[in-house]
């Protein structure tokens, strides 16, 4: 390599010798123009990105003032709306004639059969809802409603009402006779045009001492519940209650923050209350759930963020104090799918990504932990160039909100990308002309040095390719100079190479053959990887010692060749039937076969293994004696216990076995008669169950006194 690297300066150098006085003025000159091109170009689009920036920063800083003051005057709206409610006349008798009945509806008597409707609607219809959205399982003993009268009315109100759940709202009289119902009737139409009207997600008359819920228009669980001490008493509609409690001036409007809601399925809902005077007696408090929709649709312009000057990215948001937005984010609108996957992406829980699937809303489980939000927050008001909750660079305008009882920011961004769109005009404009000059002056000088270079390349290629193993490759040059001789030379060293290769991979598998020959494969292995002393000593193993007999005397009526492929063939059967049963085939000696299992491969199963290759090999010799019409017999020692297994030897090695298991199969061999399969009495205990055995002749056994022997005879 750096050989070339030197071969390529010396190149430069002698082009640059080559190179006119004429030509050197021009490349000097024209170096200065192009370098004069670059630098205004440079300087153009850093002042054209300075001057789309500072546009689109202005207009968003437009969109979000005109924002926020439709949404300032949206909640204005509301106050007036509720304070407006609070004291009308219909809404103060209204309250009055349900405080009145509610109470009277404690006296009634609750049948046992209700209470079990009730569970059974909750357990039906309200839990299965809210499970998805809520963690661990709801159970009706936390949600079951106190009073006679709050299980009353939701009996006949909510379970006794054949209009499905979401439409509980069209039952305008319960038909029980009561006062409640009377009431009821009278009023119930109008509120609910009310809330339709005015687009309320709901709308609640609430004693002001006991905090009942003495009447709703939709009728989800929380109606006539007490917001005191029921089920709800830490829902952000008790806390609205609780504020007016406790600022209970006329005409005191309170608000309270979105929270998730479980009468609403756990779904975002915030709520504004005010009180209900009755000349100067507080009778009651009247509150609203906000409209939810009217508040996307304020944000999002009904869906027309073209229209309002937001192009293909740009959206207005509301952040609440907790920096979790409080309205629809378009992105979840407009393409949901590859705005769940940003949220993967940012690594978002799974809870809450459902949570927004299940509610098709942001509110409550957006996060937007931003600089731009932090500070709207923090009552600022500016513009930045920031992540956005996407993980996406936006430049951003955020200001607080002015909205009595809530810390709220409003943000109106616009991606990166999209904003400097323009951008690319300016940039092809200015890059056009320099391009062309640049490929006019280059077009000649790259043509020479492609023409020069061609040949290094060339041989650097073949260079990294050799480096790489492809001993295939050539190099082909038609130069008759010293880079032709060079390619030459290359060409004959990775021939050589090749050669060096093909003969180092040939020896290698040769002595792989040999080795395995020689060695069982995990040990052929393990003196691979380097180890040059391997004893083994091993507690459990199976050694097997076969003699076949007969063969003597017919090798001595054939010629040896003939024998020898006789012989051989004897031996692949039995080595075929070792690999089938997983034997380690140790030596033959002759006539003598020696194998074993568990020596390298632990097996729980080695002896009976061992047994079934014996069985195996006494059918092989059938076969063999069938097909050629001979009368060998064969003889089988097994004896299993430890065995000692080690490679023994320097130059000339051998894996070599002993131990007194190994003397004992040997011993047993050499006394066993034709066609039988001998064993010891270690492996009788062990197979009796599975075979059939005959007790052979105890055999004397060097100084180890008598050895007890059985006779194999088959399978059960």
């Known amino acids: 390599m750096q050989r070339f690297k030197r071969l390529n300066l010396k190149s430069f150098d002698r082009l640059a010798l080559k190179l006119s006085i004429k030509s050197k003025l021009m490349v000097m000159l024209l170096g200065v123009s192009l370098g004069s091109i670059l630098v205004v170009g440079y300087i153009s689009l850093i002042r054209g990105r300075a001057t789309i920036k500072s546009a689109i920063f202005n207009q968003l800083t437009s969109i979000r003032a005109s924002k926020a003051h439709q949404f300032e005057l949206f909640f204005e709206n509301l106050r007036h709306q509720v304070q407006v409610m609070c004291a009308d006349h219909m809404a103060i008798a209204a309250m009055v004639e349900f405080n009145k009945a509610y109470k009277k509806l404690n006296q009634e008597y609750i049948s046992p059969e209700w209470d079990i409707a009730l569970e059974a609607h909750y357990s039906k219809e309200f839990f299965p809802k809210l499970y998805n959205n809520?963690?661990?399982?709801?159970?009706?003993?936390?949600?079951?409603?106190e009073s006679q009268a709050a299980r009353y009315l939701q009996y006949r109100y909510i379970v006794q009402n054949s209009n499905p759940v979401g439409e509980k709202d069209k039952l305008v009289d319960a038909e029980d006779g009561s006062d409640y119902s009377r009431f009821h009737r009278r009023y119930h139409e109008v509120f609910r045009e009310i809330v339709d009207k005015f687009g309320y997600y709901d709308?609640?008359?609430?004693?002001h001492k006991t905090g009942e819920i003495v009447y709703s228009v939709y009728k989800e669980t929380d109606f006539a519940t007490s917001l005191s001490t029921g089920p709800y008493n830490r829902s952000n509609l008790a806390k609205v209650v609780r504020a007016v409690q406790d600022n209970p001036d006329r005409g005191a409007i309170q608000i309270a923050d979105f929270e998730g809601y479980r009468p609403s399925y756990a779904a975002p809902a915030a709520f504004i209350a005010g009180p209900i005077y009755n000349g100067p007696h507080i009778v009651g408090i009247l509150a609203i759930q906000l409209p939810v929709d009217k508040i996307n649709q304020v944000m999002t312009g009904g869906g027309g963020w073209h229209n309002t000057g937001l192009g293909r990215t740009g959206e207005t948001y509301l952040v609440g104090a907790?920096?979790?937005?409080r309205s629809v984010s378009r992105f979840l609108i407009e393409t949901p799918q590859k705005y769940e996957s940003q949220l993967r992406d940012r690594g978002t829980s799974n809870e809450i990504i459902q949570l927004i699937k299940n509610f098709n809303?942001?509110?409550?489980?957006?996060?937007v932990n931003t600089d731009a939000a932090r500070a709207a927050l923090e009552g600022q008001e500016g513009t930045q160039i920031v992540k956005d909750y996407r993980g996406v660079t936006v430049l951003s305008a955020y200001a607080p909100l002015n909205i009595e009882g809530l810390k709220w920011g409003?943000?109106?961004?616009m991606d990166l990308d999209e904003a400097y769109a323009p951008m690319i005009n300016l940039q092809t404009s200015i890059f056009v002309l320099t391009v062309i000059l640049i490929l006019a002056v280059t077009w000649i000088a790259n043509f020479v040095a492609n023409q020069f270079?061609?040949?290094i390349d060339a041989l650097s290629s073949g260079a990294r390719k050799v480096g790489e193993g492809q001993l295939d490759t050539e190099v082909n040059l038609d130069a008759d100079d010293e880079l032709g001789q060079l390619a030459q030379t290359f060409n004959t060293m990775v021939q050589n190479l090749r050669q060096q290769r093909d003969a180092i991979a040939a020896k290698s598998r040769e002595n792989d053959a040999l080795l395995l020959n020689i060695l069982p494969s995990a040990v052929a292995e393990r003196r691979k990887k380097g180890e040059t002393q391997i004893a083994d000593n091993i507690q459990q193993a199976t050694v097997l010692f076969a003699r076949v007999r007969g063969f003597s005397g017919l090798s001595q009526d054939k010629q040896v060749s003939e024998a020898a492929d006789l012989l051989d063939e004897l031996i692949n059967a039995f080595d075929e039937a070792a690999e089938k049963y997983d034997v380690e085939k140790h030596k033959t000696i002759g006539e003598r076969y020696i194998a074993a299992c568990g020596l390298t491969k632990q097996r729980l199963d080695h002896t009976k293994r061992v047994v079934d290759f014996a069985l195996e090999m006494s059918s092989s010799l059938q076969r063999f004696n069938n097909k050629h019409q001979t009368g060998l017999t064969l003889s089988i020692g097994i004896q299993a216990g430890a065995v000692m297994a080690a490679i023994v030897g320097g130059e000339k090695f051998r894996?070599?076995?002993?131990?007194?298991?190994?003397?004992?199969?040997?011993?047993?061999?050499?006394?066993?008669?034709?066609?039988?399969?001998?064993?010891a009495q270690d492996v009788y205990e062990r197979l009796q169950e599975l075979y059939v055995f005959e007790p052979g002749q105890d055999l004397p056994f060097e100084d180890k006194g008598s050895l007890k022997t059985w006779i194999l005879k088959q399978a059960v």
């Open 134 to 145: 809520i963690p661990g399982e709801p159970v009706f003993s936390a949600y079951r409603p």
């Open 203 to 207: 709308l609640f008359l609430i004693n």
């Open 322 to 325: 907790d920096l979790n937005m």
């Open 361 to 367: 809303t942001t509110i409550m489980f957006q996060e």
């Open 410 to 413: 409003i943000l109106a961004e």
């Open 453 to 455: 270079v061609k040949p």
């Open 655 to 679: 894996y070599d076995l002993w131990g007194s298991t190994v003397d004992i199969a040997n011993h047993l061999n050499d006394r066993a008669h034709p066609n039988t399969i001998l064993v």
